[in-house]
């Protein structure tokens, strides 16, 4: 089986994981001000723990968003950095399906069956899509898409996760898909280095110089008077 070296930075935490074998050697770093300093500290204590160098994975996965503006470029660009300098190739991972795996292996495969995963945006939006699974792993029926947490809307009942459901509250009362939905299920390193394995098996990896984060919005930031605008519409 192939090793897999991955890293995972959209969000508040920071995470580094290697899969070698049937073992998972994973890191965590809190604090998103740190991740660009704590990630290669964390990627150094996992090979040596598993008594690797770099040159030794056969790719390395990353989340390629979407989340963080700045947190998917980090895992990008470390990613990218690691595979040009040991010769590589890359394996970009989307944030949700990671969400999708990770509810999976935390609750079974129980009715219903599909998993909608929903992640913080900010600006008064979410980035959400539903995964089925197959063989165990997440295949999206609604692709990854960023909304309004009024524009979620899944196909047939779903068990869902995500801290986007906490973030707007408001807004999902009373929908029936958000009850008992787990908010403490998030991006991390651990479930894009088991989706990296699976798609090196597929032949998807790509050339450090062609891997790219996965951004749903343009615009990353809104001027003070569209601001005030916001805040006036929902008044």
């Known amino acids: 089986m192939a090793t897999i070296l991955a890293i995972e930075t959209s969000s508040e935490m920071a995470s580094c994981a290697l899969l070698r074998g049937e073992r998972v050697y994973f890191r965590e770093s809190s604090g998103v001000r740190t991740h660009s300093q704590a990630v290669l500290p964390m990627i150094q204590e996992l090979?040596?723990?598993?008594?690797?160098?770099?040159?030794?994975?056969?790719?390395?996965?990353?989340?390629?968003?979407?989340?963080?503006?700045?947190?998917?470029?980090?895992?990008?660009?470390?990613?990218?950095?690691?595979?040009?300098?040991?010769?590589?190739?890359?394996?970009?991972?989307?944030?949700?399906?990671?969400?999708?795996?990770?509810?999976?292996?935390?609750?079974?495969?129980?009715?219903?069956?599909?998993?909608?995963?929903?992640?913080?945006?900010?600006?008064?939006?979410?980035?959400?899509?539903?995964?089925?699974?197959?063989?165990?792993?997440?295949?999206?029926?609604?692709?990854?898409?960023?909304?309004?947490?009024?524009?979620?809307?899944?196909?047939?009942?779903?068990?869902?996760?995500?801290?986007?459901?906490?973030?707007?509250?408001?807004?999902?009362?009373?929908?029936?898909?958000?009850e008992g939905a787990d908010a403490a299920i998030m991006p991390h390193a651990v479930q894009v280095a088991q989706l990296g394995r699976a798609a090196f098996a597929a032949g998807h990896a790509v050339p450090a110089a062609q891997a790219q984060p996965l951004y749903l919005r343009n615009k990353v930031a809104y001027t003070k008077a569209e601001r005030a605008e916001m805040k006036a519409s929902q008044a």
């Not at 030794?56 to 950095?81: E, H, L």
């Not at 495969?109 to 089925?132: F, G, H, I, S, T």
Request: contains cysteine; glycine residues 14%; charged residues 15%.
């Open 47 to 178: 090979l040596e723990e598993a008594g690797i160098v770099l040159r030794d994975c056969d790719a390395i996965a990353y989340g390629a968003g979407p989340g963080s503006f700045t947190g998917v470029r980090t895992a990008c660009g470390i990613a990218q950095g690691l595979g040009f300098g040991a010769g590589l190739p890359l394996l970009p991972i989307v944030t949700l399906d990671a969400m999708a795996l990770a509810h999976l292996a935390r609750h079974g495969d129980a009715a219903p069956a599909q998993v909608l995963a929903v992640l913080d945006a900010r600006m008064n939006e979410v980035y959400w899509a539903q995964y089925r699974f197959d063989g165990g792993l997440p295949v999206a029926v609604l692709p990854a898409a960023l909304s309004a947490p009024a524009g979620v809307a899944p196909s047939g009942p779903v068990r869902a996760c995500g801290n986007g459901f906490p973030a707007y509250a408001e807004a999902f009362a009373g929908k029936a898909f958000a």
